[in-house]
């Protein structure tokens, strides 16, 4: 529970850093930094988006889950196929939670696995017929789906099958749309790669089908972007946008529709809430359609009333109007929450190593709460990501690009944070240490985060943590006796 | 040479950005700025150069190119 100076927080970074062999520390310390607010370019002080050394510990994924997890995943009528063995898909089935409507299995398949489960023969011999095979059986099952993602899996680009042929051909045959995603888990060096992949096959494949179809929208238009629904976020978001008087025409991707998707071109603003998977698309719809994108944070009261009123600067007067009376209406449950939990959360220092755009968006909310992020990085950020980081973070506060799982947790060691924001994996490490820990990929199973109905559940869930009794019961009963009968005898 | 884009930045001014590297910032100078004669070389406020070939006349914003650096790479 200590504020460290700069000078403090670079010993700090080099002394962690001392484990590791020359050259690997070299590697290392030019992704640890003490935070720096006054710069503008981040890359003076911090080198990220590069391959993870071999030997540690990192917590990345693939192309492949950056494009079918993230990505495609949520669109829920389409059938994403994870096409390659069974497990890349199988082992990370609805993890995400990504939640939507419909009836899964009819007319929604978020939940679902469809895999080509590729065996020694389809590597040997090719998958293709087994692809041509599985798109007509899909069709014949599940008529109901609106079109067909095929997901590559990292033999397909070794065995260099020709995805595009034959979906190209499927699509044909079924009238359907069908996507080549050539997502391969070898590109790149994290899922980060696989956002872009993703996003540039929506481009080549969906995003202009209905370019030329009658114009029906209105000058209320807007897209969310980058907003997936965990555990209901999307839906939090949408709320708000839609008491302002905006019509929200796509949701992507979560609880989204291809349907949804092909209308987006005629939108007349793109909300940006995840820069980092879907910069990709907002940049070049803005660029070939003229909708311009900003980004914004629905993270906490301060942040979201910041939002929704530079959202509302894009519009008329009749919007502007009923903000503000959005945000006057909302602001009596805030005070009341703020009242609640900020005497229990006040000044407590919170870590957060997670990826996306939680390490600097959820920043806000737990100041809100009155609580201070004391260390933040990401998994697979770049550059532009620690651009907008700097700003957000307090002087000298530690900033960790990639970072392995000995660096985390000697960091934690150090810092003595109250809590920490991250994942799964990082979980039971963290709490056997004594520390409470929320998992802030998917919200720890809870959620909504976003927006002012995801605030109320974000206070509690953090509070929640913070004060179960069983951070005082780590020492057991039999260790303890002895601690106390040395404290008898010695009195 | 290396695909950029520029963007009309919020504050006004333009904005140069490279995905290669993930490079977004301000322009600080262009070269030709004029009806008849757009680009050239673009100053950028972090200390880096890049050329672009003139055109005739400024493009609707935001617009993909194709862009030399001039000098070494800035960090
Ligand atoms: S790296 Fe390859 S094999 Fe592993 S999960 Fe990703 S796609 Fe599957």
Not at chain 1, 76 to 83: E, G, P, R, V
Not at chain 1, 177 to 183: A, D, E, L, N
Not at chain 1, 337 to 362: D, F, N, S
Not at chain 2, 14 to 38: C, G, N, V
């Amino acid at each position: 529970m200590t504020t460290l100076s700069r000078a403090e927080t670079e010993a700090l970074i080099a002394e962690v850093l001392e484990v590791y062999p020359e050259k690997a520390r070299k590697d290392r310390a030019k992704h640890l930094t003490a935070n720096d607010p006054g710069i503008e370019q981040s890359k003076k002080c911090i080198t990220s988006n590069r391959k993870s050394l071999p030997g540690v510990m990192t917590i990345r994924g693939c192309a492949y889950a950056g494009s079918k997890g993230v990505v495609w995943g949520p669109i829920k009528d389409m059938i994403h196929i994870s096409h390659g063995p069974v497990g890349c898909g199988q082992y990370s089935r609805a993890g995400r939670r990504n939640y939507y409507v419909g009836t899964t299995g009819v007319d929604a398949f978020g939940t679902m696995n469809f895999t080509s489960d590729f065996q020694e023969k389809d590597i040997v011999f090719g998958g293709d017929k087994k692809l041509a095979k599985l798109l007509d059986e899909v069709e014949q099952l599940f008529p109901l789906h609106r079109g067909i993602s095929v997901q590559s899996e990292c033999p397909i680009g070794l065995i260099g099958d020709d995805i595009e042929s034959v979906s190209k051909k499927g699509a044909a045959a079924i009238g359907k749309p069908i996507v080549p995603v050539r997502c391969e888990g070898f590109r790149g060096v994290s899922q980060s790669l696989g956002h872009h992949i993703a996003n540039d096959a929506i481009r080549d494949w969906v995003l202009d089908k209905r370019d030329g179809s009658p114009d029906t929208s209105t000058p209320y238009d807007v897209a969310i972007i980058g907003d997936y629904n965990i555990g209901g976020d999307a839906w939090a978001t949408r709320i708000l946008l839609e008491e302002m008087g905006l019509r929200v025409v796509a949701q992507w991707s979560g609880d989204g529709t291809l349907a949804e998707m092909m209308n987006t071109p005629k939108v007349k603003l793109n909300l940006l809430h995840c820069y980092r998977s879907m910069n990709y698309i907002s940049r070049h719809m803005e660029e070939k359609y003229g909708i311009p994108w900003m980004e914004y944070n629905f993270f906490g009261p301060t942040k979201i009333v910041e939002s929704l009123r530079r959202i509302a600067a894009f519009f008329d007067d009749q919007v502007k109007e009923k903000t503000e009376a959005v945000i006057a209406r909302y602001q009596p449950m805030m005070d009341a929450i703020v009242a609640r939990y900020k005497p229990r959360l006040q000044g407590k220092k919170v870590m957060l190593y997670v990826g996306g755009l939680r390490p600097r968006h959820v920043i806000g909310a737990y100041e809100d709460l009155g609580m201070e992020v004391i260390g933040t990085g990401y998994e697979f950020g770049h550059n532009d990501d620690y651009d907008r980081t700097t700003k957000e973070m307090g002087d000298a506060t530690l900033i960790y690009d990639d970072a392995t799982g000995f660096e985390l947790e000697e960091f934690v060691k150090k810092l003595k944070p109250d809590l920490v924001g991250s994942g799964i994996k990082e979980k039971y490490i963290f709490q056997k240490m004594g520390i409470p820990l929320r998992q802030m990929h998917s919200w720890d199973y809870s959620g909504p985060y976003h927006g002012y109905d995801g605030f109320a559940i974000f206070a509690r869930d953090m509070d929640i943590a913070l004060s179960s009794p069983v951070w005082g019961k780590l020492v057991p009963p039999w260790k303890k006796t002895v601690a106390e009968e040395e404290v008898k005898e010695a009195a | 040479m290396a695909n950029i884009m520029i963007r009309q930045a919020d504050g006004g001014g333009l904005t140069f950005y490279l995905p290669k590297r993930d490079l977004e910032a301000p322009i600080s100078s262009i070269e030709f700025d004029t009806p008849e004669k757009w680009g050239g070389e673009l100053k950028l406020d972090n200390g880096g150069a890049y050329y672009i070939d003139p055109i005739a006349r400024p493009p609707r914003l935001p617009v993909s190119l194709r862009a030399r650096r001039l000098g070494a790479a800035e960090d």
